[in-house]
């Protein structure tokens, strides 16, 4: 059974940094390419960042391009999102997902709020 | 980058009547290698999105036949046969052949 398991997120001031992880399940993790997808509170869903399997391509949406990093160590089938110089706009629960050129698994979530 | 635009964005239902949801891109989404990655999401109430159908009308894992899709090019629509209670939430498109990758704004169902 694919399982994708989110840690991270929570409350963070403007301009401080969180790091967001998910840790897979149920699948040869290497062979797929991830992907992390938010949404904002009563909004609809938002693509965020891409990465390849091997980790040698990456795409961002252009709103966090230079502030984002998306990353993974297929050694512990985990994808990460680093945040860095957060704002309030970034508020939204976060999902991780498997992507085969669209997310056909989704992490439960987590909830990032960017509030002073 | 390709816009994908959704209607209706609100859609009362009557239980077990069928229903529809259009969606459109700003450009084709049919792919260099002749597919064309066009997908439906389903989010109830406080959950995760599921994927319902890939690539314009493959059923995903454990969705019910009542559930179907279709169209090519720049035009898509969702069907559902009946409607069951079940179904009340937000369904998405999104488009997987150009990026970066891009979701419709989301047509509420809910039951009348």
């Known amino acids: 059974e694919v399982q994708l398991v989110q840690s991270g997120g929570g409350l963070v001031q403007p301009g401080g940094s969180l790091r967001l992880s998910c840790a897979a399940s149920?699948?040869?993790?290497?062979?797929?390419?991830m992907t992390w997808v938010r949404q904002a509170p009563g909004k609809g869903l938002e693509w965020v960042a891409s990465i390849k399997q091997d980790g040698s391509e990456k795409y961002y949406v252009d709103s966090v391009k230079g502030r984002f990093t998306i990353s993974r160590d297929n050694a512990k089938n985990s994808l990460y999102l680093q945040m860095d110089s957060l704002r309030a706009e970034d508020t939204a629960v976060y999902h991780c997902?498997?992507?085969?050129?669209?997310?056909?698994?989704w992490g439960q979530g987590t909830l990032v709020t960017v509030s002073s | 980058d390709v816009v994908m635009t959704q209607s209706p964005l609100s859609l009362p239902v009557t239980l077990g009547q069928p229903a529809s949801i259009s969606c459109r891109s700003s450009?084709?989404?049919?792919?260099?290698?002749?597919?064309?990655?066009l997908s439906w999401f389903q989010q109830r109430p406080g959950q995760s999105p599921r994927r319902l159908i890939y690539k314009v009308s493959n059923r995903g894992s454990g969705v019910p036949d009542r559930f179907s899709g279709s169209g090519s090019g720049t035009d898509f629509t969702l069907k559902i046969s009946r409607v069951e209670a079940e179904d009340v939430g937000v369904y998405y498109c999104m488009q997987g052949t150009h990026w970066p990758p891009a979701f419709g704004q989301g047509t509420k169902v809910e039951i009348k």
């Open positions: 997902a498997r992507f085969v050129r669209e997310p056909d698994y």
């Open positions: 149920g699948f040869t993790f290497s062979n797929y390419w």
């Open positions: 450009q084709s989404l049919v792919y260099s290698d002749g597919n064309t990655f």
